[in-house]
């Protein structure tokens, strides 16, 4: 069974910095891209960042580009996102998701997310 | 910026059936978009219900159909039951590796 945990979330000042991190188990880590998905209290889905499986393709939303990098380590089954510079508006439950191939990102299996607050 | 649009809301009977779009405000959306549909109750994670434009996820009932209609991608459910309530996202594939979400559809099953 996939599963994915995420980790690292909670209480962050404006311009300060969070590391969000994913525990995945019950498949192949190395083998999928691997994305983060934000979702803002009340507020509809908005993809963040995506990698492929050798890490080495990164992708990112403009909300976020130059201040969050995405990464992971396929020797211990991890996926991260380092946030940086953060605002109010990057208040959200963070999610992290597995894609559905090496290079394909889209979102497919979820974890239940990690809530990130931001206070303005 | 790429929109991808959704209907806010919308409403069916039990029994009924219902079809939801998702759009581009500028230009079509087509299967090289790779439309995706995603289904998510309240508190809970959201789950892959149509990928690719039609395929059902694993476990998905046979009653969720996902195609291109038009310019739009859509999802029909056919014999709508009470547990399909939910809000519902699409997300298109738009280039360089990037991903852009619809607003969601908040589905009413009454």
């Known amino acids: 069974e996939v599963q994915l945990l995420e980790s690292g979330g909670g209480l962050a000042q404006p311009g300060g910095s969070l590391r969000l991190s994913c525990a995945a188990s019950?498949?192949?880590?190395?083998?999928?891209?691997m994305s983060w998905v934000r979702q803002a209290p009340g507020k509809g889905l908005e993809w963040v960042s995506a990698l492929r499986s050798s890490g080495d393709d990164t992708f990112y939303a403009d909300s976020v580009k130059g201040r969050f990098t995405i990464s992971r380590d396929n020797s211990k089954d991890m996926l991260y996102l380092q946030m940086n510079s953060l605002r109010a508006d990057d208040t959200a439950v963070y999610y992290c998701a597995r894609g559905n191939t090496m290079a394909d990102t889209r979102p497919d299996c979820w974890g239940q997310g990690t809530l990130v607050t931001v206070p303005s | 910026q790429t929109v991808v649009t959704q209907e806010p809301s919308f409403s069916v009977s039990p029994g009924g059936t219902v079809t939801l779009t998702c759009g581009l405000t500028s230009g079509s959306v087509s299967t090289s978009h790779y439309p995706s549909w995603y289904q998510q109750t309240p508190g809970q994670a959201p789950r892959t219900v149509i990928y690719?434009?039609?395929t059902r996820s694993s476990g998905v009932p046979d009653r969720f159909f996902g195609f291109i209609l038009g310019n739009k991608a859509a999802l029909t459910i056919t014999g709508a039951q009470a547990e399909d309530e939910s809000d519902y996202y699409c997300?298109?594939?738009?280039?360089?590796?990037?991903?852009?979400f619809g607003g969601g559809t908040k589905l009413t099953v009454l």
């Open positions: 997300i298109l594939f738009v280039g360089g590796g990037n991903w852009v």
């Open positions: 019950g498949f192949t880590f190395s083998k999928y891209g």
């Open positions: 690719n434009t039609n």
